[in-house]
């Protein structure tokens, strides 16, 4: 099966509220807290901008998706 990509093409939609910062550090580093996730938000209210560090593998992209309440992300 041929590898899926974590993408945020409504990133504009995005109200701060971190569930996929905490998401992506339990799910990938076995973490909990927002410190060294692969996904970062930055800015302000109305103004935030989500930063993916693809660098690293997300490994389970479908569950981003599926958590993030303003629906920012895909998968490609
Ligand atoms: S889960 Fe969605 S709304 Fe919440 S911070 Fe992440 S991208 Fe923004």
């Given at each position: 099966m041929p590898k899926?990509?974590?993408?945020?093409?409504?990133?504009?939609?995005?109200i701060g509220c971190l569930l996929c910062?905490?998401?992506?550090?339990?799910?990938e580093r076995k973490k909990l807290g927002t410190k060294d996730s692969p996904i970062t938000i930055k800015g302000?209210?109305?103004?935030?901008?989500i930063q993916i560090d693809y660098g690293e593998e997300i490994k389970f992209p479908e569950k981003i998706v599926q958590i993030c309440p303003q629906n920012c992300f895909d998968t490609i």
């Open positions: 899926k990509y974590l993408v945020a093409p409504r990133s504009q939609k995005c910062v905490l998401a992506t550090s339990r799910y302000r209210p109305s103004a935030y901008k």
